[in-house]
């Protein structure tokens, strides 16, 4: 079946150091994918997306690209500021355009001053 | 526009006691959804629905009911709680075209002792 894996949690950095969350994905055929965080006491909001394979997704300095042959979507940031520290989830959308989102359980990450 | 707009936020139930939790888009959005979400697990779909009149069951359905009379609105009836339905609740909308983004209300913090 389709499923999202990603790195477990929390991550801890200090500010400016770089950040990769992993992200691995199982699923027939070419879903899009998707990074969506989620800020203390408020809902999930879309990061970036990407919708086939080599694009790459960016928004407020995090990047990510969609890699078939390694079925990952790794999300990346050069340099992280405190205002970063969020929950952030993986997820990919499979059955079309009426389909489902799936995610990832999620990683916390804190960001030291 | 307000987007997704969830109430209650937060809601102490009694085992066996019934409850709705509201959800409302005005996004005219085809698409709606609910997840849960507990820690450790992400978010599991609960139901969703792809236009007024048609609900389907997601992963995790068991003691949930729907009903999607118009476009707007996609309630979540708990029938008789159990303290296993602690969790977040979340509900979503997006357009039924392809790749579109979701948009999440702040969450239903439901608690049933």
């Known amino acids: 079946g389709n499923s999202v894996t990603q790195m477990e949690g929390p991550v801890t950095l200090s500010e400016e150091a770089f950040l990769t969350i992993n992200c691995t994905y199982t699923?027939?055929?070419?879903?899009?994918l998707f990074w969506y965080v989620q800020y203390p006491g408020e809902g999930l909001q879309l990061l970036l997306k990407?919708?086939?394979?080599?694009d790459k997704g960016s928004n407020k300095g995090f990047e990510a690209t969609y890699r078939k042959e390694t079925t990952s979507f790794h999300l990346e940031k050069g340099s992280v500021q405190v205002s970063d520290s969020a929950v952030y989830f993986c997820?990919?959308?499979?059955?079309?355009?009426?389909?489902?989102?799936?995610f990832g359980k999620g990683t916390k990450l804190s960001v030291k001053p | 526009n307000a987007g997704v707009t969830q109430t209650p936020k937060f809601q102490v139930l009694k085992t066996g006691q019934s409850m709705t939790l509201q959800c409302a888009q005005d996004?005219?959005?085809?698409?709606m959804s609910w997840y849960r979400q507990d820690p450790g697990m992400g978010l599991r779909l609960i139901h969703y629905?792809?236009?007024?009149?048609?609900?389907d069951q997601g992963e995790v359905p068991n003691g949930y009911n729907v009903s999607r009379s118009t476009t707007e609105d996609f309630p979540l009836r708990l029938l008789s709680a159990a303290p296993s339905q602690t969790s977040v609740y979340f509900c979503?909308?997006?357009?039924?075209?392809?790749?579109?983004?979701?948009?999440f209300g702040q969450g239903t913090r439901l608690t049933v002792v």
């Open positions: 979503a909308s997006r357009s039924t075209g392809f790749n579109t983004e979701a948009f």
């Open positions: 699923a027939t055929g070419y879903p899009s």
């Open positions: 990407a919708t086939k394979a080599d």
């Open positions: 997820a990919l959308l499979y059955g079309g355009s009426q389909g489902n989102l799936i």
């Open positions: 996004m005219n959005h085809e698409y």
């Open positions: 629905s792809v236009g007024a009149g048609i609900t």
